[in-house]
């Protein structure tokens, strides 16, 4: 299984980005979803997470209803539409799998990508 994360850059304040996960992975549709977030100095954050079949989604309170979590299947792909973006967004954003639902919770998570850097100027 490899997961690869792409889509990070430099944006300002206010800014939008989409990020993409390219999965490695058989029966992609039967994992759960989810992107982190790794600050300089702290630890890993949930960010959102999405099921399978994208009956469910979830987001940290710090970006509901700027970011969504979206996934493509038949692409074997998820992405993270990040918008309104401000200085505290700034971090390396990892995406993870999990068999099932993860959730919240990053040991939920057996496979994660190498992370994309995401820097939001002020």
């Known amino acids: 299984v490899q997961l690869q994360a792409f889509g990070g850059g430099l944006v300002q304040t206010g800014g939008s980005l989409r990020l993409s996960c390219a999965a490695s992975?058989?029966?992609?549709?039967?994992?759960?979803m989810g992107w982190f977030r790794q600050s300089p100095g702290k630890e890993r954050e949930f960010v959102a997470a999405?099921?399978?079949?994208?009956?469910?989604?979830d987001y940290a309170d710090s970006v509901k209803g700027r970011f969504t979590i979206s996934r493509d299947n038949a692409k074997n792909a998820v992405y993270l539409q990040m918008n309104i973006l401000n200085p505290e967004d700034t971090a390396v954003y990892y995406c993870?799998?999990?068999w099932g639902y993860g959730g919240r919770v990053p040991t939920e998570y057996a496979y994660w990508g190498q992370g994309t850097l995401v820097t939001v100027s002020s």
């Open positions: 993870a799998a999990s």
């Open positions: 992975i058989r029966a992609f549709i039967n994992y759960g």
């Open positions: 999405i099921s399978g079949s994208e009956s469910r989604r």
